[in-house]
Structure formats: structure tokens, C-alpha cells
């Protein structure tokens, strides 16, 4: 019986290290994807409800002296986890946004910039507005004037979010 027992022991303790040396490889390999996939370059919640957060991914100059602006907005509520808002079923959120809070300031000008126009009045942008299900996501842009080259960094502004400063421009 004895035997028996030092045998179970050892296989347990066996077993033990075996989950321990692969639980331990398991975070390297989700660091690893994590890297994968482009890092915001700034995030915020949602000032009407904080399961909605906005992700910015790039702000680029373009050809024709133009700055395009990218960001994302993500209902990071789980589909039937009541979300951080309250109990129950997790539900949609609705976004909307109002031109004249969608710009860039440039902190080494001073100046404001606001999304640019086509010969048409019509604003260059896919900013999108609705509703947003627990667990999506949508992407939106604008283009605007773009800065000096002697500027490297903005503040971006979109409606319902706190600014977003000190964005690096990429070339």
C-alpha cells in the first residue's frame, strides 16, 4: 500500500511540473500574437458609457499634403455579460458624433485642422455612427490639412472621448 502511495506521489508531482512547464510557455506564445497585431497608439472610453472604447491605430501623412486619421470603436462587452454599465444581457450601444468635434490640433502650431473637403462640400472621411453589439467593432477615418513637416506629434478630438495627445506621426 505503501508503494502504491509513493507511486501516486510521485506521478502527481510528476504531473504538476509537466502543467507548470507548459502553463509557462503558454503566456510567451500569447505575448508573442499579442505583438503581432498593431498597438493602438492611443485608447480611451467612451464618455457616456465606458464598455465603448476607442482605439486609435494610425495617423499617417498621405500624398497631396493631406494627414489621414484611423481609429476603431469597440464594444468590449461580452454578448450577455451585462457589460460594465449594469446588470443582465449586455446591450448595444449607440454612437454618434458631431462634425465640429471631429479635428486635429497640432501643438507645435498652435492650430486647429478640420476634416477636409472634396470640390463637392463633401467632407473625405468613413466616420462611422450607430449601433454598436456587444463584442463589434468598427472602423473609421478622415483626412485632413496635414501639419508642417516640422511637426511630429498631434491631438486628436472626436466626439464623447477625451483628446488624444502627443500621437506620433508616421511618414
Same mark, same amino acid.
Given at each position: 500500500?505503501?508503494?502504491?502511495? /509513493?507511486?501516486? !506521489?510521485? *506521478?502527481?508531482?510528476?504531473v504538476s511540473l509537466? +502543467?507548470?512547464? #507548459?502553463? %509557462?510557455?503558454?503566456? &510567451?506564445?500569447?505575448?508573442?500574437?499579442?505583438?503581432?497585431a498593431p498597438a493602438?497608439?492611443?485608447?480611451?472610453?467612451?464618455?457616456?458609457?465606458?464598455?465603448?472604447?476607442?482605439?486609435?491605430?494610425?495617423?499617417? /501623412?498621405?500624398? !497631396?499634403? *493631406?494627414?489621414?486619421?484611423?481609429?476603431?470603436? +469597440?464594444?468590449? #462587452?461580452? %454578448?450577455?455579460?451585462? &457589460?460594465?454599465?449594469?446588470?443582465?444581457?449586455?446591450?448595444?450601444?449607440?454612437?454618434?458624433?458631431?462634425?465640429?468635434?471631429?479635428?486635429?490640433?497640432?501643438?507645435?502650431?498652435?492650430?486647429?485642422?478640420?476634416?477636409?473637403?472634396?470640390?463637392?462640400?463633401?467632407?473625405?472621411?468613413?466616420?462611422?455612427?450607430?449601433?454598436?453589439?456587444?463584442?463589434?467593432?468598427?472602423?473609421?477615418?478622415?483626412?485632413?490639412?496635414?501639419?508642417?513637416?516640422?511637426?511630429?506629434?498631434?491631438?486628436?478630438?472626436?466626439?464623447?472621448?477625451?483628446?488624444?495627445?502627443?500621437?506620433?506621426?508616421?511618414?
Open positions: 500500500m505503501s508503494r502504491i502511495l /509513493r507511486w501516486g !506521489g510521485a *506521478a502527481a508531482v510528476a509537466l +502543467v507548470s512547464a #507548459a502553463s %509557462a510557455q503558454r503566456p &510567451g506564445q500569447q505575448v508573442a500574437q499579442a505583438a503581432a493602438a497608439l492611443g485608447t480611451d472610453q467612451y464618455s457616456e458609457n465606458p464598455d465603448l472604447r476607442c482605439d486609435i491605430l494610425e495617423v499617417k /501623412r498621405a500624398s !497631396g499634403g *493631406a494627414l489621414l486619421i484611423r481609429w476603431r470603436m +469597440v464594444n468590449t #462587452a461580452a %454578448a450577455g455579460a451585462g &457589460g460594465l454599465t449594469g446588470g443582465g444581457e449586455a446591450k448595444p450601444i449607440h454612437y454618434t458624433f458631431r462634425w465640429d468635434d471631429v479635428y486635429y490640433t497640432d501643438p507645435a502650431e498652435n492650430k486647429k485642422y478640420t476634416i477636409i473637403t472634396d470640390p463637392s462640400g463633401a467632407r473625405v472621411s468613413g466616420i462611422w455612427e450607430g449601433d454598436l453589439l456587444p463584442g463589434q467593432q468598427r472602423l473609421s477615418w478622415a483626412k485632413f490639412a496635414a501639419p508642417p513637416v516640422t511637426s511630429i506629434k498631434i491631438s486628436f478630438t472626436t466626439t464623447g472621448f477625451a483628446p488624444f495627445e502627443d500621437l506620433p506621426i508616421s511618414q
